[in-house]
């Protein structure tokens, strides 16, 4: 007699469910959005230690100072691009209930005629205040964004920052400051550049400046000249003829506790191409330490590639070929200044900064008060 078949013999078991990840709470999240003359960039994020946790981010190409140079005026078809934007942006940050927030311009409304009527605009259609930032905050914000990438070893460190609109550069001498508390001290410096009465170590700001050159305002300056390397050279001299009034340690070189860290999607792609990256990926870059001689080697393949080539190439992409090499102009004249070894690359920047000055204010990041 054949056996019988227990009940329920072959019937598959009832798949067990995992919970829904549970939301996190409203009263945790942090959001930063930085309007440049270039894009509009929205993180939203909550304490993690002494890091922070991306929840939701946004970016997009706006073109904010598409014409600027010319006129003075933000255009039209910019600010019609800009509020669709940010009216992205609202909605997100109205889906996660975001209250604690910063929402910041930089360059380009700085020098726009009719900026103030653009943020009114901004307000009435979207309900989103934004606030148009001095040059001293933007870079201080980009500085406090790499803190963490700060090494025990740095005793001098060039923070630079390379926009669409504008070129922010600060050095700070840390060797007053104990090898392990340099990320601290810098983090600590949202409370201005200028040193306050504090009893913890000071990082001390020697010298900072605002060049109102980024990747697009210096590609403007020069799109009559035709050929490619005569453009790029020319942009390049150009723009380190407007860094002679930032001429810290000008007679000393630096020692070799020296260090730059290089924040901006220029700084990111030379870096993914180096690597030889078919795919963007942060956890590759951020952090990544190149020599003068390899960045060098990159833009000369930039350069060789042409026009035609860069928009080609997966890691360019035809919306940024014209201002890679705008920004390489830039790099390219940083480092014939103060050649390096030791170049960080910073996959990060005002907006992590906005957000870690609103975490480190509230009391709500790890590892003492910053």
């Not at 691009?81 to 209250?99: E, N």
């Not at 005629?113 to 653009?118: G, V, Y």
């Not at 730059?260 to 990544?288: F, M, N, P, W």
């Not at 390096?340 to 907006?351: F, Q």
Request: aromatic content about 6%.
């Amino acid at each position: 007699m054949a056996p019988k078949r227990p009940k329920g013999a072959g019937a598959f078991p009832k798949p067990v469910e995992s919970p829904a990840p549970k939301p996190p709470d409203p009263s945790s999240l942090y959001a930063a959005l930085d309007l440049g003359t270039n894009s509009c960039r929205m993180l939203i994020a909550q304490p993690k230690g002494s890091q922070i946790h991306v929840v939701d981010s946004f970016s997009k190409s706006v073109q904010l100072g598409s014409g600027l140079e010319s006129t003075g005026r933000l255009s039209r078809g910019s600010m019609r691009r800009t509020i669709q934007a940010m009216r992205i942006c609202q909605q997100k940050l109205k889906r996660h209930k975001v209250k604690s927030m910063r929402l910041v311009a930089t360059e380009a409304c700085r020098r726009a005629k009719n900026a103030r009527e653009f943020v009114r605009q901004v307000k009435r259609e979207t309900g989103l205040q934004l606030e148009i930032i001095q040059p001293e905050e933007e870079a201080r914000l980009a500085v406090i964004s790499c803190a963490p990438l700060v090494s025990t070893k740095t005793e001098q460190l060039l923070v630079v920052d390379i926009g669409g609109g504008s070129t922010e550069l600060v050095w700070m001498d840390l060797t007053s400051v104990p090898p392990i508390e340099r990320a601290r001290a810098i983090m600590r410096l949202r409370s201005g550049f200028h040193s306050v009465d504090s009893p913890f170590p000071a990082a001390k700001v020697v010298d900072w400046i605002s060049v109102p050159l980024g990747v697009a305002t210096l590609r403007d300056q020069f799109r009559d000249v035709e050929d490619d390397s005569a453009r790029f050279a020319l942009m390049s001299w150009f723009f380190e003829e407007n860094l002679s009034e930032f001429a810290p340690y000008k007679d000393a070189p630096p020692s070799e506790g020296f260090q730059i860290i290089g924040t901006s999607g220029t700084v990111t792609t030379v870096a993914a191409s180096h690597l030889g990256l078919r795919r963007y990926d942060r956890t590759k870059v951020d952090g990544l330490r190149m020599t003068s001689e390899q960045i060098d080697k990159v833009i000369r393949g930039y350069l060789d590639l042409g026009p035609k080539g860069r928009r080609a190439d997966p890691r360019i992409g035809q919306d940024r070929q014209a201002l890679i090499m705008s920004g390489s102009a830039i790099l390219q004249a940083l480092l014939r200044c103060w050649p390096t070894d030791r170049l960080s690359v910073a996959d990060r920047g005002l907006r992590e900064g906005l957000l870690y000055a609103q975490m480190s204010a509230d009391g709500v990041l790890e590892d003492g008060p910053f």
